[in-house]
């Protein structure tokens, strides 16, 4: 599984900020809860909108997780590219 227990550190180059094994799992899971509690299921589609930071991957990884399709939308995207 991609978040087993060899998973490396999840590092955000131009600011330096890391994220070890045991916190990118924990902040996954805490964001799988989350997801789920929105009703995302399996096949769903999941778009997030919000920039490229540890966050991003970490709600990537719990839409996959979640067995959704996940995906980036940049925040210049317009509401008519959306729908």
Same mark, same amino acid.
């Given at each position: 599984?991609?978040?087993?227990?060899?998973?490396?550190?999840?590092?955000?180059?131009?600011? &330096? =900020?890391?994220?070890?094994?045991?916190?990118?799992?924990? *902040?996954?899971?805490?964001?799988?809860?989350?997801?789920? !509690? #929105? %009703?995302?299921?399996?096949? &769903? =589609?999941?778009?997030?909108?919000?920039?490229?930071?540890? *966050?991003?991957?970490?709600?990537?990884?719990?839409?996959? !997780? #979640? %067995?959704?399709?996940?995906?980036?939308?940049?925040?210049?995207?317009?509401?008519?590219?959306?729908?």
């Amino acid at each position: 599984m991609f978040l087993d227990s060899t998973a490396g550190n999840l590092i955000e180059p131009l600011s &330096d =900020r890391r994220w070890d094994p045991g916190t990118v799992r924990s *902040e996954v899971a805490r964001r799988v809860a989350r997801f789920a !509690r #929105l %009703g995302v299921r399996p096949r &769903d =589609r999941v778009f997030l909108h919000h920039g490229n930071g540890l *966050e991003f991957f970490a709600d990537l990884l719990a839409g996959w !997780r #979640l %067995g959704a399709g996940a995906g980036p939308g940049g925040r210049r995207v317009t509401p008519h590219q959306i729908d």
